[in-house]
């Protein structure tokens, strides 16, 4: 059980730490639902082994760990990928309505305004 703690605590990491990264302009906004899913995964398998080690009687301070890192996760993941995340794809499939071959055209739409383009 030890192990799922582990895996439990990096996903939980993983996750909060891609939902920021997912904040870039540039970064493809699939990071920030991505960063959900893994806080939610990393969550569920800290609270399982959590359960199961406290029940064995082993030390489960990994598993509180992930579990507190989880929550903020799954907080901030859900955060980001439901506002700044859908507004990327939003803008996006209008970029790709007004031209844009690219991540590098949408990021060129957005700094130079799309009333530009045509």
Known sequence: MKAFSIVGFVCSVVGLVLSFVGLS????PIFNFLALVLAIVGLVFSAVSGKKLKAAGQASGLAK?????????VCFAAIFALSCGMCKVCTCVEAKKLGAKGWSDVADLIKSGAASIK
Do not use: E
């Open 65 to 73: 760990a992930g579990l507190v890192v989880g929550i903020i996760g």
């Open 25 to 28: 302009a540039t970064i493809n």
